[in-house]
C-alpha cells in the first residue's frame, strides 16, 4: 500500500482507515479494492485495483475511483460524480447491484460490479468510504458465450443431441425433433439405441469406444431410425463432453439429414451419366459468357478438353462474322426465354467450322433468378453432309446421260429423269404411276418378270443387255441395270434401274479401237522409218501403212518424174494388189483427175468417181480401162519434201463409194509429214554415201599416184647424200630426207585410211615376240628425238601373240609418237605392258597437256584434232583412227585414260 504522508499529516483522522489496507493480506488480494476520505480522493488502493485500472492513481488527487472512464451496461458515459463510489459517499449508504463498464487507457473495457461502503467514526461521522470492484468480464462473455450457443443449437437445421457414456440422452433439440420425430419430452433419459437399425448396433459401440479415448468422429455416413420406424441417411459427426476437470463425461451428436443431399447427388449422377453419354455436346455458361462444363460430346466435337475451355470465354468457339449471335442469345437468355433449334456455325480447335444446331436454356438459382445457360449443340455435319449428298445425287441423277427410273415390286413408275426422257420419248407425268411393261416389247415381258425377281430377293441386275421399246415405237438397244431400293429397316420396297442407250456406246467403242488401232499404226510407222534410209523402203511402209488406214482396197505410190515427153509418172510401191495388175496398163499421165495432186495442189477426195465431171474425158480409154482395178471411192494425196517440192502421190481406192473421210485425210497427212522428213535424210544420206565414197576414192588415188614420185625422190635424195662432200649440203640434204620421210608416212596414213574404208586394208598375222617390237620402237623413237626419255616397265621378258607384227608396230610407234608430240613440257614416257589372263594389256603414258573428257571418245573418229590443242603440232587426226582400226581388226579394244593437264595414257588389250 501507498501512503502520502503530507495528506495523512494534514487529514489524521484517515489514520483508523488507513490502517485498515495496510496489511500485506488485502495487498495480496485478487480482488480489486481502494479507499476515499469523506471529500472523495483516493487515500490508498491494492495491486489488483492497479491491475484492474490500468493506471495507477495519484493518492489525495485522484477523485471517486482510479478508472479512466466510466459507462453504463447501455454504453452511455457516467459523470465521475455520480459513479457508485460517489453517490455512496454523498448519500452515506452502501451501493450493491450496480453494473458498470469502465475503459482502461489502453482502450480496454471491463464489466465490473462495484461495492461500495461508507464508513463512520466512533461519533457516527462519516470518514470515508470503501470500495470493492469484482471483474464480472469473463461471466458476461461465459453467459453471452451460452446464449450463443443455445441460440445456434435451437437454430440449427442440424439435430444436435448429447448423451451419457452409457448412452443415456440428456439435450435434445428442435431440429433432433423435426429429424426424428421425437419431442425431448418423449426422448430425453432414454438410450440412444431407440434412433439405431438393429444392423447398425455396433457402430455405436465403434463411436462411443472412440470417444471414451478423446478421439472425435467426423461426417460418418449412416442411417438412423425414425420415431415412425423409417429410416433417414445421416451424416454423423460425435464429440467427447469434458468437464472443468478435463473428464470425459459424455458425448454430443450432430446429426445432419442427407436425404436431399442423397436424392440430388443420385439425380446428378443420372444427370451426369446423361450428359456425359450423349452425343450431343452439353455447355453451360454464365452471362458474362464464360464456360462452367463441358462434357465428352463437346470434346469430341469441338476438340478441346475440358481444362482447356472451363473458365474461358465462348467465343473461343465462335467465328468473328457471327459474334453478334452470341449476344442476341444471351439477351433472349436474360429475359428467361429458350432457343430452339437454332442452325449455326462454330469452330472447332484446329480452326476448322462445324455446323450445328444449337439449343439454348436458362439456368436459375434457387430463387429463381438466371445466372446462366446451357447450351446443348448438336452435329449437322452428317445431315448437312447426307443434305449435300442427296443434293448431289439428285443433280447426278437428273443430269445423268442415263436413263434413270425407279419402281415399285409391281412394276409401277414413280421416278423418270431427265435423260429417261430423251431416250423413251416420254415425258414424267406421260409415265409416273404407269407399269413398266409400257416400254417393254411384247416378245421380253418375261425379262421383267426374272428382274423382279431377282430384285426381290435383294440381288443386283448387271449390265444386263436388251432391247426396250420407245414413244415413236422404235427399238432402242439398252444396257440394263437394277438394283432393289430398301427403306430405312432393310425391307425392300422397289427398284431403280438404270438404262444405258448402248448403240451410241458400241459405235463409240469402235472408233475408240480404231484411233487406238491408228494410233498404234501411225507411232509404229514413225519409229520404223526414222530409222530407215533407204527411200523404196520408207515409201512401202508408207503406202502398205496408208492403205490400212484408209481402208482402201488397194494404195499406190506414183513417183513424178521428167522426160523428154515432158512429165510421167512411175509406180514406186504398191499395197494391197499385186504389180501385176498395173503391167498391161500404161502409168498415169498429166490428166486432169491426176494433175492436182502432183501439182501439189491440195488432197482430192471423190466419193465415187465415176460420176466426178473430170473422169472419162481423156482418150484412148475414156474411163477406167478395161480389166483395171475397180474404183470407185478414189482419195489421192501429194507427197513433198520439207522444202515443198512434190516427188510423188499416194493414190488410194475401193469398189464401194464414200469410203473415205475427212479423218483419212487426217491420218494420211500426219504419215506424210513424218514420211518428208525421213525421205529427206534417206536422200540426204544417199548424197552423204555418194560423196564419201568420191572422196575415199579421191584419197585412194591421190595416195597411190604420190608413193611412186616420194619413192623416187628419197632415191635421188639418198644419191645426193652420198656425192655431196659438202658438210652444209649434207645437212639440207638429211633434212629433206627426214621431211620426206613424214611426207611418206603421212601418204601411207592416208592409203591406209582409204583401205580402211573400202574394207581392203589386209592384215598378215604370224606368231611373234612381242615384246622384240616394243624394244624396237622404243628405240627408233628415242634415237630419233632427245627430248623425251622412253622408259618401260614390264616384268616380261618375252610374250608370244598371233597378229601383224607390222601392224602392230604400226600402233606403238604412233602411240610413242603422239606421248611425245602432245607432251612438250615434259621429258618422261612410259610404256606399261602387262599379261592379264587371257590377253595382254599395253599403255603408253605421257605427263602432257591431256585431253577433256567430253572429247575422248571422238579422238578415235577419222581426221579429229582435239580443239584448242597447241596449234604448232602437226597432223592430219588420222593415226588414232588407223590405231583402232588395227586393235579392232586384231579383236581388241583401245582406250584412253586423261584429265586435262594431267597427262594421258592410251591403253590397248589384245588377245593371247
Request: hydrophobic share 40%; glycine share 8%; aromatic share 6%.
Amino acid at each position: 500500500m501507498r501512503e502520502e504522508n503530507q495528506l495523512v499529516k494534514e487529514r489524521p483522522e484517515l489514520d483508523n482507515l488507513s490502517n485498515l489496507l495496510s496489511s500485506e493480506i488485502l495487498d495480496d488480494l485478487p480482488v480489486a479494492v481502494y479507499t476515499c476520505d469523506a471529500l472523495g480522493y483516493i487515500t490508498s488502493y491494492n495491486q489488483a485495483a492497479v491491475k484492474l485500472w490500468g493506471r495507477e492513481p495519484q493518492i489525495g488527487k485522484d477523485l471517486w475511483c482510479g478508472s479512466w472512464k466510466i459507462f453504463t451496461l447501455s454504453g452511455e458515459p457516467i459523470p465521475l460524480d455520480t459513479c457508485p463510489m460517489a453517490r455512496a459517499l454523498k448519500e452515506g449508504i452502501v451501493i450493491t447491484g450496480q453494473e458498470i463498464i469502465i475503459q482502461r487507457p489502453d482502450g480496454i473495457r471491463k464489466h465490473i460490479c462495484p461495492y461500495p461502503i461508507p464508513k463512520f467514526d466512533n461519533n457516527g461521522e462519516l470518514i470515508g468510504a470503501v470500495n470493492t470492484l469484482i471483474d464480472i468480464t469473463p461471466q458476461i462473455a461465459l453467459d453471452e458465450k451460452q446464449a450463443n450457443i443455445a441460440a445456434i443449437v435451437n437454430t440449427s437445421d442440424d439435430a444436435i443431441i448429447s448423451k451419457t457414456l452409457d448412452g443415456i440422452i440428456t439435450s435434445w433439440n428442435q431440429a433432433a425433433q423435426k429429424i426424428f420425430g421425437y419431442t425431448s419430452d418423449e426422448i430425453i433419459g432414454q438410450h440412444i439405441s431407440v434412433l439405431i437399425p438393429k444392423d447398425r448396433l455396433q457402430e455405436e459401440e465403434i463411436i462411443m469406444g472412440n470417444v471414451a479415448k478423446g478421439n472425435k468422429v467426423d461426417h460418418f455416413e449412416t442411417v438412423r431410425l425414425r420415431k415412425d420406424g423409417t429410416e433417414v441417411p445421416i451424416s454423423l459427426s460425435v464429440s467427447p463432453v469434458v468437464d472443468r476437470k478435463g473428464n470425459i463425461i459424455g458425448a454430443s451428436k450432430i446429426a445432419r439429414d442427407i436425404s436431399d443431399r442423397k436424392t440430388a447427388e443420385e439425380k446428378q449422377a443420372v444427370l451426369a451419366a446423361i450428359i456425359d453419354t450423349s452425343d450431343d455436346a452439353i455447355i453451360s455458361k454464365t452471362l458474362a459468357g464464360i464456360i462452367n462444363s463441358w462434357n465428352k460430346a463437346a470434346e469430341k466435337m469441338f476438340g478441346y478438353t475440358e481444362a482447356e475451355t472451363v473458365g474461358k470465354h465462348i467465343s473461343i468457339l465462335i467465328p468473328k462474322n457471327r459474334l453478334q449471335e452470341e449476344e442476341i442469345i444471351i439477351g433472349n437468355i436474360s429475359k428467361g426465354n429458350k432457343v430452339d433449334h437454332f442452325e449455326t456455325v462454330r469452330l472447332r480447335k484446329d480452326g476448322s467450322e462445324v455446323p450445328i444446331s444449337l439449343s439454348v436454356s436458362p439456368i436459375k438459382d434457387s430463387q429463381g433468378n438466371v445466372i446462366g445457360a446451357s447450351k446443348i449443340a448438336r452435329d449437322m455435319s452428317d445431315r448437312k453432309e447426307a443434305d449435300q449428298k442427296q443434293g448431289v445425287l439428285a443433280a447426278i441423277v437428273e443430269t445423268s446421260d442415263d436413263a434413270i427410273i425407279s419402281k415399285t415390286l409391281h412394276g409401277i413408275i414413280t421416278s423418270w429423269n431427265k435423260a429417261a426422257e430423251d431416250t423413251f420419248g416420254y415425258t414424267e407425268g406421260e409415265v409416273i404411276g404407269k407399269h413398266i411393261s409400257l416400254l417393254i416389247p411384247p416378245d421380253r415381258l418375261q425379262e421383267e418378270e426374272i428382274i423382279i425377281g431377282n430384285v426381290s430377293k435383294g440381288n443386283k441386275v448387271d449390265h444386263f443387255e436388251t432391247i426396250r421399246r420407245a414413244k415413236n415405237g422404235k427399238d432402242i438397244h439398252i444396257s440394263l441395270s437394277v438394283s432393289p431400293i430398301k427403306d430405312s429397316s432393310g425391307n425392300i420396297i422397289g427398284a431403280s434401274k438404270i438404262a444405258r442407250d448402248v448403240s451410241t456406246l458400241k459405235a463409240a467403242l469402235d472408233q475408240t479401237k480404231r484411233y487406238a488401232r491408228n494410233l498404234e499404226i501411225i507411232n509404229s510407222l514413225g519409229q520404223d522409218i526414222s530409222q530407215k534410209l533407204d527411200i523404196e523402203v520408207i515409201l512401202q511402209k508408207v503406202t502398205d501403212a496408208t492403205t490400212m488406214l484408209t481402208g482402201a482396197q488397194f494404195g499406190a505410190f506414183f513417183y513424178h518424174a521428167l522426160n523428154s515427153s515432158g512429165e510421167f509418172y512411175q509406180l514406186y510401191t504398191l499395197s494391197g494388189a499385186p504389180k501385176e495388175a498395173f503391167e498391161k496398163f500404161g502409168m498415169p499421165r498429166n490428166t486432169t483427175i491426176f494433175h492436182p495432186t502432183f501439182a501439189g495442189q491440195g488432197i482430192v477426195r471423190v466419193d465415187d468417181i465415176t460420176k466426178d465431171e473430170r473422169y472419162g474425158k481423156n482418150p484412148p480409154h475414156n474411163g477406167m480401162p478395161k480389166g483395171h482395178l475397180p474404183v470407185v471411192s478414189y482419195l489421192a494425196v501429194p507427197v513433198k519434201t520439207s522444202a515443198g517440192e512434190v516427188i510423188g502421190g499416194l493414190f488410194f481406192g475401193h469398189p464401194e463409194p464414200g469410203k473415205f473421210k475427212e479423218e483419212h485425210e487426217n491420218l494420211i497427212l500426219t504419215i506424210v509429214s513424218q514420211a518428208s522428213i525421213a525421205l529427206d535424210n534417206a536422200k540426204l544420206y544417199s548424197e552423204v554415201l555418194n560423196l564419201n565414197s568420191k572422196k575415199d576414192e579421191f584419197i585412194g588415188m591421190a595416195s597411190h599416184e604420190l608413193k611412186t614420185p616420194l619413192t623416187s625422190i628419197s632415191g635421188y635424195l639418198q644419191i645426193l647424200d652420198r656425192l655431196e662432200a659438202s658438210e652444209k649440203s649434207k645437212t639440207f640434204v638429211s633434212k629433206t630426207v627426214q621431211q620426206v620421210k613424214k611426207l611418206s608416212s603421212l601418204v601411207s596414213d592416208l592409203l591406209d585410211v582409204s583401205k580402211i574404208e573400202a574394207g581392203k586394208l589386209q592384215l598378215v598375222k604370224r606368231d611373234f615376240d612381242l615384246m622384240e617390237i616394243i624394244d624396237d620402237a622404243i628405240e627408233l623413237i628415242q634415237n630419233s628425238q632427245t627430248s623425251h626419255r622412253i622408259i618401260l616397265k614390264t616384268d616380261l621378258s618375252s610374250l608370244l601373240i598371233s597378229a601383224d607384227p607390222q601392224r602392230i608396230e604400226q600402233l606403238i610407234l604412233n602411240l610413242l609418237t603422239n606421248a611425245v608430240k602432245y607432251s612438250p613440257s615434259a621429258n618422261i614416257v612410259e610404256v606399261i605392258v602387262q599379261s592379264e589372263d587371257n590377253h595382254l594389256k599395253v599403255g603408253v603414258r605421257d605427263h602432257g597437256m591431256g585431253i577433256p573428257i567430253e572429247k575422248q571418245t571422238k579422238i578415235f573418229t577419222r581426221f579429229y584434232r582435239v580443239e584448242n590443242s597447241n596449234p604448232g603440232i602437226s597432223g592430219l587426226g588420222i593415226g588414232l583412227y588407223i590405231c583402232k582400226d588395227v586393235v579392232d581388226r586384231h579383236n581388241g579394244k583401245l582406250w584412253v585414260e586423261s584429265n586435262p593437264n594431267q597427262g594421258s595414257t592410251f591403253w590397248f588389250t589384245l588377245p593371247f
